[in-house]
């Protein structure tokens, strides 16, 4: 049974930084492309960063330079890195895999978690 499972969520300031973990079970992250995607309340979904099956990686521009997407294979464990978080980066994110070759839009990938919440204050 496939399963994603998030942590690492909570509230920060801004300028903080948090670490969020994804799981994985049911298959190995290297067979799989992984990444991240958010939605705050009222707003759409946002992709924010993946990395796929063949190793690249893509990340949305509102995060460049401020956000880290990595897999600890050992682990069997997806990370985003989180640094100078900003108020507009309260939102809901949510671990997302695809085995698909094709799919590279982390928002069409079939396989998602329950969710953290990410809260930063100004």
């Known amino acids: 049974q496939v399963q994603l499972v998030e942590s690492g969520g909570g509230s920060v300031q801004a300028g903080g930084s948090l670490r969020l973990s994804c799981a994985a079970s049911?298959?190995?992250?290297?067979?799989?492309?992984m990444g991240w995607f958010r939605q705050a309340p009222g707003k759409e979904r946002e992709g924010v960063a993946s990395?796929?099956?063949?190793?690249?990686?893509w990340y949305a521009d509102s995060v460049k330079g401020r956000f880290t997407i990595s897999k600890d294979n050992a682990k069997n464990t997806l990370y985003l890195q989180m640094n100078s978080l900003k108020p507009e980066d309260t939102a809901m994110y949510y671990c997302?895999?695809?085995?698909?070759?094709?799919?590279?839009?982390?928002?069409?990938?079939?396989?998602r978690g329950q969710g953290t919440q990410v809260t930063v204050s100004s």
């Open positions: 997302a895999a695809d085995r698909s070759l094709i799919i590279t839009d982390v928002l069409m990938f079939r396989d």
């Open positions: 049911g298959y190995t992250v290297t067979s799989v492309s």
């Open positions: 990395i796929h099956r063949i190793g690249s990686t």
